[in-house]
């Protein structure tokens, strides 16, 4: 009996230190990204004006510049991971990377499993077409063939809105509808503005959507990592009040996208 219950209140002391490390660890996320020296950052890396290898191979964009202030403003490094947009989010569950910045919609079912930081940027959709689509607004594009990056947040748009999808990697979709094997692409207002800024003799338009709003576009995180968020909040807070990131995204996309 006295053998049972020194088991037992071993097992519940073992329970009991190994609660108090978990809790420790979520409190001092902070201080692991300070040890480590560098803060990992999930993106694509695919995708102009976020974040794209230029001519050079240097990766580059805002969301790249946005990654690289943050972290200096930790005191740490930046260390960006290239990830799939299928298995991007994924990497957060297997401590691939410690945040996502990658223009990553807060939805409801994200915020339910993952922690979001304020936002570093907002952002408009519109719709990529070629000019005789006759797709004037978003409802105009149910039975088209849009082509969209699989399990993005514009891929549901254009599915809720009845479009016939046809799936696409980074930003290959533009390509497609230059190649009339696609009529559309919802998208982010940056992509679209800055593929037609990029490829003037391109026939393809843009078309606005009014009735959706501005999507605020936050760093994404794992949930309880209290001061980590805290300090990215506090960094994010003082660049866009500084005004950094409004001369990164007039840089990258000629116009300021910060937060309103």
């Not at 230190?17 to 902070?30: F, I, P, R, V």
């Not at 959507?209 to 990215?232: T, Y």
């Amino acid at each position: 009996m006295k053998k049972s219950l020194r088991l037992l209140a071993a097992g519940v002391a073992a329970a009991i230190a190994l609660t108090g490390c978990s809790s420790s660890d979520n409190s001092d996320s902070l201080e692991r990204v300070k040890s480590q020296g560098k803060l990992r950052i999930g993106l694509t890396g695919d995708f102009m004006p976020n974040a794209y290898h230029d001519e050079t191979g240097k990766l580059v964009g805002y969301e790249v510049e946005v990654g690289e202030q943050v972290a200096k403003d930790l005191g740490v490094e930046p260390e960006f991971i290239e990830t799939r947009w299928d298995s991007l989010i994924g990497g957060l569950d297997v401590d691939k990377f410690d945040v996502i910045i990658n223009d990553t919609n807060p939805t409801e079912e994200r915020k339910a499993k993952y922690d979001f930081t304020k936002p570093y940027a907002g952002n408009l959709m519109e719709i990529l077409t070629t000019p005789d689509s006759g797709i004037k607004g978003l409802s105009d594009i149910k039975g088209k063939k849009c082509a969209q990056v699989a399990s993005s947040d514009y891929y549901k748009v254009a599915e809720d809105a009845g479009a016939e999808i046809v799936v696409t990697q980074g930003s290959g979709a533009p390509e497609l509808l230059e190649n009339r094997q696609a009529e559309c692409n919802v998208a982010s207002l940056v992509g679209v503005e800055t593929y037609l800024k990029t490829k003037p003799e391109s026939k393809l338009v843009a078309v606005s959507v009014p009735e959706v709003e501005a999507v605020d576009i936050p760093i994404m995180l794992p949930k309880n990592k209290d001061s980590l968020k805290e300090a990215l909040n506090e960094s994010i807070e003082k660049r866009v009040a500084d005004g950094t990131f409004k001369q990164t995204y007039e840089k990258y996309i000629g116009k300021d996208i910060s937060p309103k």
